[in-house]
């Protein structure tokens, strides 16, 4: 029987030639020669053998190779491909195959993706600045302007600083309150770095970018997306170096805006990094997208001197983002005419006008400006100058190689004048005080000093180069120069925009002090020379200077097109084949020409177990005798909420319902499922629901859901199932006896980590019928394959989901979201007493209802009330008082607009409470009413049930509950005096 080398395939003929699984060859493979240090003599005289016999290498035993195919540098095989994933991510990873894979090759829809929310991410950015930075006549909470001068402290202060000063904007100082960091005790403004309390004049920060929870929701949205595809596309990618600078982009835009912004104040220095990071970002994606949408390779990445220009670049846009976060600034506007400004000035000597800062300066008004290019950034520019200094030498060292010592002292020449006019530059920025770009005059003669050394570095080492032969023109020569000199360019600057006059100093120590300045660095420039040209040298040479460079021509006769220099690395390569001939080009080619028996595959690979397992057709389940009029009767709900939960579940769905905590998810799941299960007969007659509830926690896990291995009683083990293989043998088991499905209710689904818990679930779902929720080993027998008729419904709060895990795309795909909102206004307030009864009753607290109580059902208005009273029980009234002051208070109006806007509003206006809410405070206010009297049960019921759910508003949406619990209770009822020391106090919590 002979076994594949390949597969290990056992085939049953023995003069079999190639394997019937893969088609290998089954005589031509041979286990691997290992060499030895020192071989046999066997072996010794085997070679022999051969070399006397005169075999031709055709006629050897060893295989010929397999046929390379062209574009195998482009689609590697993916290592996802070759792990083993968890199967709920099969599914997955094969959807993204479809999407990003065309017949096996990477498309450009990977890389289309990520650059696509590289764009979404920087207008992101861009909008979140604009949202921050307030404009000129934006009027802050109390009413006042970005010039409007406030008083701080013994001082008083323009927020936008005074015109034409450059000064950046002050904006806790314009409004107090707008960024009110409750974190940060006994500090209680972010600005305030010193921690005096107070905002002082140098504390200038602009406006801090802070993400709301929306914004952090979707920025979340959109780096998951980003970081799918990258990781996707990575693994297709040949060579990972031009991934390497996409994932540093994204790390560092990320942690900037969605996890810095989401937790803290982001200010413009960081913000202006995080903007950097997302302009390179967009670059470094649109290489690989235009690579594939040109049908190019994504073998050779752009080298490092491309990433640093793009950063350059990068940062010197950046420079205007924080131009703009810094401000806005003061300005003026309308010149005077000259005869104008003199009446001014007479009216001001004559004590019949004032004068302001702008008529001050000869101009009418003042008026704000959101970018303001007189600002100092000099430190940004700095970091420009330096990226484009080190990318100089980057391409300094790969291009240029030193042949011998008078070539080393021209770069060393060129190198120092460089440098000296860089650290000139660096040194008065990094010195100056307000970042401003300026020169002095020694600074403007030692740039001189530097420029023309730099020169006769260049001249000279241009007159040695052209002297020899098959050396390039003086064109070649001219573009380095160019080069050169765009630095000196950049380094000097700040000596154009500083608008300083040049003058020789008249006093004689500054003239000592300015000659001995230049005659120490001319004798440094020297020493360098001198020096540091030996050490140039020894570094050409470890570059090897033989190797042609940019300024040499290629072999025979360069480049295709007679352009000079290697242009590319196929330009290389070709010259290379060209030089080395056919020797050392190899085909490969296969040797057998027969296709896999795809029987004896599938044989192969399915076991007894797999073929016993049987999977029958569904039921049909009795959707339609759903009653949303028995439904109502006992929860508050519209019809078209019901009838969307029965369509998605007649569809095939798992259902997520959504709300606001106490709108009756789980309320509605039980009075649903109990129409559609049915009830259970116990042998002692009682009844039981046919489904199952529990509550997720953090803790779950795969042993939660699906099951694992327990010990048992008796030191042995067994498999345990977890709830929802449980849930799934139950509604088999229901199918069979009953013909009505089992169902699952998995109450605060988003308290478990989900990807962790329910993994393995999402391909079960999609694949009921194909993969098994439980195996043969799980089971002991068959493999268990989910009911078809089965259905998962879970229920998750909104108002807590920034805190618990978040639902991914793959959950999502396979449950249908229904928003459970409020019910409607008039049926929730007329059946109230009904619900509030219902569950007085379940607790023990009220007895039967009286034949004479009056009744009422769906869209009928409550009898009771029209006498006053809450219900039949109400002999008093008093409980219906409570009620009405409840439901006032409670009322949802019209939100405002903005956020300066304080009026008396209800608390559905910013917190859309359920109605389980309101009937645990009126089954409280019954119990207490008859000890604290009406007002005071109230009052405390409010506090107890209705405050907590309040926290996390802002401090203007407290103070409308404030103003409104004014008008429902007074001023001196206990819920007003709460709600007033919340609105008062710095972390606006409910709970001190």
Known sequence: MAVCPVCSFEEEDANAVVCSVCGSDLDAVKPPVVDSV???????????????????????DEPESPPVDDDTIDKPVSWLKQVTLPEALTGFRDRLD??????????????????????????????????????????????YYPLNPQGTGNQTLRPTGEPFSGDTFNCELWDMELFDDPNTSPVEHPTDKNGNGEIDEEERFGCPIRNSYQVTAFLILLNIIFLVSTVYLSNYVPNKAIMNPIYLLWLAQFGIFTLHGAVGFVFAPEATAGAVAVLGLVVATSIPLFRLALKRGLSNPPGKLFYILVLVAAVLLASLFNNFLLGPYASCTDEYATKDYQELVQQVADGNAEMSTCQGLGYRNISSIPLDFTQGAGQIYWVAATLLLLGAGMWGKDNVRIRDLDEARFITMIVSGLILQYLILAFNILTSEDGSLSLGEEDAILSVMA????????????????????SVGLAYFGIFAAGIFALFALFLAPVALSGREFVWPTDQGEQVTLATTLVVTLLG??????????????????????????FTPSPAG??????????????????????????????????????????IVEKAMM????????????????????SYERISEFYSTSRDTVDEVITQLKSGRNIMLYGEPGTGKTALSNLLLNEICGEIEQPNGDRIPNYSIVTANAEWSNFDVIGGISPDDKGGYYFKEGCVAEAAQFCERSIQERNRPHYLVIDEFNRANIDEAFGKLFTVFEYRDKQPLLTNKETGAAPFFMPPEFRVIGTMNTQDKNTLFNVGMALMRRFAFIEIDLPDRDDEYNRMPIFCYSKLKKHGSMGERPPDALEWGLGAKCPYFAQGKFDYYDESGDIFKAYQKLMDFLDEQEAPTTRGVEEPLGVRTFRKLGPALIIDSMVTVVNSIEKAGWEKAVNKVVLSNILPSLEGLERNEIRCLALKATQVFGTQAPVTQNLERIAESPGLSVFG
Do not use: C
Request: proline residues 4%.
């Open 98 to 143: 479809e999407l990003f894979l065309d017949d096996g090759k990477l498309n450009y829809k990977a890389p289309a993706i990520m650059f696509a929310v590289s764009i979404v991410l920087l207008f992101s950015v861009i909008g979140l600045a604009v949202a921050t930075v307030p404009g000129g006549d934006q009027q802050s909470i109390d009413g």
């Open 607 to 626: 076991s007894d177990a797999d073929r016993s397992a049987s999977i029958r057709q569904a039921i049909e389940v009795d959707f339609d005798s759903v």
């Open 525 to 550: 420039l020297w020493l360098s020379v001198k020096f540091a040209s030996v050490k140039m040298r020894e570094f050409g040479a470890g570059l090897g200077s033989d190797v042609p460079d940019s």
């Open 38 to 60: 020192e071989s046999s003599p066997a072996a010794d005289q085997t070679e022999e053998t051969a070399s006397a016999g005169g075999e031709s290498d055709e006629s050897s």
């Open 558 to 599: 360069g480049a295709p097109g007679g352009e000079p220099g290697w242009k590319s690395v196929e330009d290389a390569m070709e010259y290379i084949l060209e030089q080395a001939g056919d020797e050392y080009q190899i085909e490969l080619s296969h040797t057998a020409e027969q296709s896999p028996d795809y029987e």
């Open 451 to 470: 420029m023309g050394v730099s020169l006769m570095g260049i001249y000279s080492f241009y007159g040695k180069r052209s002297g020899e032969g098959g």
